[in-house]
């Protein structure tokens, strides 16, 4: 999406350890409606899916969630981060590794927001190594509900998570993908 590559060629800085901080305007700072024209970019690459549901996890997919759900028209349910589980059986569970954070977190979701009639799209600001979608898969898997596909925002194609992804056969739509940040300098795959 060309306007999400110069948005991020204008605004993104690259950290150590391949992190991209885009937190001006995607992840803490939020450019409202920048962000709506990436809902609607969503809707446009979903729109043969029957989704009724948004999965996402927080805090960053949160706002991206919301956006992209006024144009399904349908709910957003986001997984919570907890730090020691208290398992009571109301929720479905999965085990996620921080990218940016490097520990393994629970993520949880009460059962009753999502069901075996659920068509789900999961939505996120960043693609890695693929822990965070696998754990929001995972979660889909465990409620019998179909998954219509998983997108994201900036998808590091570098790392791996992505292909790996597409070769389990999730439909997968990244808006950017980067294939390199080597020396500074940002490189996006051709066509995203
Ligand atoms: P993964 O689980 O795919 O390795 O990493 C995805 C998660 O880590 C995302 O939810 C995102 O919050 C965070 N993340 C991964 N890489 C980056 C990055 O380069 N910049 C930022 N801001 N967050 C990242």
């Known amino acids: 999406m060309q306007l999400l590559k110069e948005r991020i060629l204008k605004d993104g800085t690259i950290k150590p350890g391949n992190i991209l901080k ?18 609607k970019e969503f809707k446009r690459r979903f729109e043969d899916c029957p989704v009724t549901k948004i999965l996402t996890i927080e805090a960053s997919g949160i706002g991206i969630a919301a956006l992209t759900a006024q144009y399904f028209q349908v709910p957003v349910v986001f997984a919570k981060k907890a730090q020691s589980l208290n398992l009571d ?25 999502l069901t075996a009639q659920d068509h789900v799209l999961i939505l996120d600001d960043f693609l890695a190594n693929g822990c965070a979608l696998k754990g929001l898969i995972q979660i889909v898997q465990s409620s019998g509900a179909v998954l219509e596909g998983a997108g994201v925002v900036i998808e590091k194609g570098f790392q791996g998570g992505g292909d790996e992804l597409r070769r389990m056969g999730i439909r997968l739509e990244s808006l950017a993908i980067i294939d390199s940040m080597k020396n500074g300098s940002l490189i996006f795959r051709e066509s995203h």
């Open 22 to 39: 885009v937190d001006s305007f995607l992840n803490h700072q939020m450019d409202i409606p920048f962000i709506n024209k990436l809902g």
């Open 89 to 113: 059986g109301e929720m479905y569970t999965a085990k996620v590794e921080s990218f940016t954070h490097k520990k393994v977190y629970d993520v949880i979701l009460s059962k009753k927001f």
